[in-house]
């Protein structure tokens, strides 16, 4: 069994500062963990994704991701936030359960102030 | 840029009635999914396809079935639409492979049953 938990459903942040998203997972075997963005009216865009390789991983728009498997944590972070960055993200993990299903999570809704 | 496409993207309909929401892909993707979004909470996986004349139930129960008579066609289909089936439906597709693969999401369909 997998599941995501994402630690806080709103998260605000003024222009120009650190984003910090958190992402925490169970998965009873090495996981695949992905984070995707949705901006309004819109459907997931893959951010990023870690797949067993690095632990920093880098992705579109600025957005990174580090996987620390003694936490169980998978947190997105940028270092300086666009208006462009509202929207909603997802964090998801999948492993080999018969079928590589995504487990996502509730999803955060980041809202950046000028 | 994902070329997968959802109609309609809004639908208003009465209870009772026959609904079908499309999904296409023109990337060759063998696998297909649709998912069940509403505010505030996770998506559900409800129905997935690993290639034509292949469909599964997902982990959500679904009042809805679904088809995959072509590759790149995976139409889901409501008999007798009921308000609780009110939600955004998103379809997705994939290559084939392992966990690592980027699931493509189409923009939506919001579905509203009075």
Same mark, same amino acid.
């Given at each position: 069994a997998q599941s995501v938990t994402q630690l806080g459903s709103h998260v605000s942040v003024s222009e120009g500062a650190l984003v910090l998203l958190r992402c925490n997972y169970s998965s009873s075997v090495p996981p695949y963990l992905f984070w995707y963005v949705q901006y309004p009216n819109q459907g997931l865009q893959l951010l990023l994704k870690y797949? $067993? +390789? +690095?632990t920093l991983v880098k992705g579109i728009n600025g957005f990174e991701a580090e996987f620390k498997k003694s936490e169980t944590s998978f947190h997105l972070t940028k270092p300086s936030a666009h208006m462009s960055d509202a929207a909603e993200y997802f964090c998801a993990v999948t492993s080999? +359960?018969? $079928?590589?299903q995504l487990t996502f999570g509730k999803g955060t809704k980041l809202s950046v102030i000028p | 840029e994902a070329d997968i496409y959802q109609t309609p993207r809004y639908l208003v309909i009465g209870t009772g009635k026959k609904i079908t929401l499309e999904c296409s892909q023109?990337?060759?993707?063998d696998k297909m999914y649709w998912y069940q979004q509403d505010p505030g909470m996770e998506l559900h996986l409800i129905h997935y396809s690993y290639g034509v004349n292949s469909t599964e139930k997902g982990d959500l129960s679904s009042e809805s079935t679904v088809s995959r008579i072509r590759t790149e066609h995976f139409p889901l289909t409501l008999e007798s639409a009921r308000p609780s089936h009110t939600s955004q439906y998103l379809c997705a597709s994939s290559e084939k492979g392992t966990g690592d693969v980027e699931q493509y999401f189409g923009p939506g369909t919001r579905l509203t049953v009075t």
């Open positions: 797949t $067993s +390789a +690095a080999w +359960a018969g $079928s590589y | 023109t990337m060759g993707h």
